[in-house]
């Protein structure tokens, strides 16, 4: 007589496992498994008898037997036995149909506009094929191409809620320009062959100021990507502050005609900048001064004039009025020791300015602060004396808080040989300190923030400030430290 099949206690669990394996796995590859084992259970239980408890104990040990065998097979299984071999599949979000887009007029409905805002702008934003070599590029690490990345970037990111700003035909190379958030690339290859190139930065918290990318790069020139606000765009030349800045040309798709950079190397003859002015449908109609320092986004120029103490010190602004540049004249060659560095912005603040001993003239005291993408500031303390045609570097500080809207407490000195021949110890100090202090071979102390003492020539000293309760504030670095 053949006896009705049992039904195991584990049938269940391997029947809905089965299913739920099936229902995840396209209809193809469900017949790649393999049926489920069915593992034969023991015997029910019965009220124990003279002849049962003789064969429990084997019955017991015969099942448990089959249970080992039967796991030690299914522990010999690979992990995915039975379903077809699959390649490695791009992670989720960086298909080039992925790629979020703004809407064209999306920057002015919002509050803070900044690159997430940017609309798709170019004649290959279409191009998918284009696109996924530009996702392959940021998000393969196996990608053979040249990869550059400027401080505080990865040159490779995970590519996910990328959003695409640009991708169009620049000067001769195929450009495409992502961004996620936190970082934005430009990739770009040449029409035939070649090696395809791909430079990332770090752009964290960018915003309104935030007017251009760079799309194109010549050893000499550079052309922008303008935000989609600006409405006006010039050129001028810092160390000519007389010269009227004239119309700089761009296409429909805010791409600019090229733009001359500063020479990196040999004598500074001249320091090209672009003046921008944005549309009154944001905040306010402000301007922009933006100087290329090799990156990815050119750095933004302000400027922050002196004031007497009993002014309230105003918010850095673009130097963009005939003053402004003529102050930046004197320290403009100085930018193109920032290249390079991420440095997102530059502030120029004229902290003191001082009547030369023997009427020689006036000398202004500036304070540069570089802020970089990071977040990590460093400052040069200059001094311009009359005529104001070059500065020279009388302190510095790394990473620091000084000359920031955290850090207005500063002081500076230097030795200065007037035209008799005398040299002079010049110390100068903000507004708000009340009295400088010179120590070591020289002692000397005067009410105010202004000091001007005879003094032997190379000879070290030490000069603090005090604010009026008692604060003791330090001169900088000498800039030629460690």
Known sequence: MIMPKRRSPLSGHSAARTTAVADAEPAGARAAYAPPVSIPSPPPASPPGPIRRGRRPRAVTAALALLAATGALLLTLPSDAGRPSEAPRPAAGTHAEHLRRARADAWTHVTRPGLAAWPARGGRIG???????????????????????????????????????????????????????????????????????????????????????????????????????????????????????????????????????????????????????????????????????????????????????????????????????????????????????????????????????ERSGTARWVCARADTWRGTGDVEYLFVGPGGTRARAVGRGRDTAQCSSSGRNVLAHTEWRAPSGTTYLLAAASRTVTRLEVTARVRSTVGGRLLAITAPRGRPVEVTGRLPDGTRIDSPLSPDGP
Not at 182 to 207: F, I, K, M, N, W
Not at 300 to 308: D, I, Q
């Open 127 to 357: 191009d998918t094929g284009l696109l996924a070599r530009a996702l392959r590029a940021w998000t393969d690490p196996g990608w053979r191409g040249r990869r550059s990345a400027e401080p505080g970037a990865p040159a490779r990111g995970p590519g996910t809620s990328a959003r695409l700003l640009f991708a169009d035909d620049v000067d001769g190379r195929a450009v495409v320009v992502l961004q996620d958030g936190t970082h934005t690339v430009r990739y770009s290859e040449p029409p035939h062959g070649g090696t395809p190139e791909l430079a990332a930065a770090l752009t964290e918290g960018a915003d309104v100021t935030t007017a251009a990318v760079v799309v194109g790069r010549s050893p000499r020139t550079v052309r922008l990507l303008l935000a989609p606000w600006i409405t006006d765009a010039a050129v001028r030349d810092l160390r000519a502050p007389a010269v009227r800045p004239h119309a700089l040309i761009r296409d429909g798709d805010g791409v600019t005609e090229p733009v001359a950079v500063a020479a990196g190397d040999g004598p500074c003859r001249g320091v090209p900048v672009v003046q921008v002015r944005s549309s009154p449908r944001i905040a306010e109609d402000r301007a922009f001064l933006l100087a290329d320092l090799g990156g990815l986004v050119p750095a933004r120029l302000t400027s922050l004039p002196t004031t007497r103490p009993a002014v309230r010190q105003r918010p850095p602004r673009a130097p963009t009025g005939a003053a402004d540049v003529r102050d930046w004249a004197a320290s403009a060659c100085r930018l193109t020791g920032l290249r390079g560095k991420g440095v997102r912005g530059v502030d120029h603040w004229v902290f003191a300015t001082q009547a030369l001993p």
